[in-house]
Nanobody
């Protein structure tokens, strides 16, 4: 069983930046794809980006490309989401997910159903 724990959310003013974290445990990440999603009240879970732990290949949603950056810390089994130029539309609960083998095909990596494990989420609120 794999466990994911997000942290680092909080209140940020418009135009600000924030880095949130996802710590994974219970399994090695060498063959795992990690992803960040967010979900605002009344909306579906939205794909933000993903990273292959091995190799570091990243994928981003068009809506956040250029503003959000995914990275990883090998020693800490941690995936980060660095967010800049935040606006009120970014307010949501942010979740990390993990896709373990047999891995979903690339064409479905933007679907929440492709990820078998999820963290509890961390609230990010953009407000002045």
């Amino acid at each position: 069983q794999m466990q994911l724990v997000e942290s680092g959310g909080g209140l940020v003013q418009p135009g600000g930046s924030l880095r949130i974290s996802c710590v994974a445990s219970g399994r090695a990440l060498s063959d795992v794809r990690m992803a960040w999603f967010r979900q605002a009240p009344g909306k579906e879970r939205e794909f933000l980006g993903a990273i292959n732990w091995s190799g570091g290949r990243t994928y981003y949603a068009d809506s956040v490309k250029g503003r959000f950056t995914i990275s990883r810390d090998y020693a800490k089994n941690t995936v980060y989401l660095q967010m800049i130029s935040l606006n009120t539309e970014d307010t949501a609960v942010y979740y990390c997910g993990a896709d373990v083998p047999p891995q979903a095909i690339l064409s479905t990596l933007r679907l929440a159903t492709s990820y078998e494990y999820w963290g509890q989420g961390t609230q990010v609120t953009i407000s002045s």
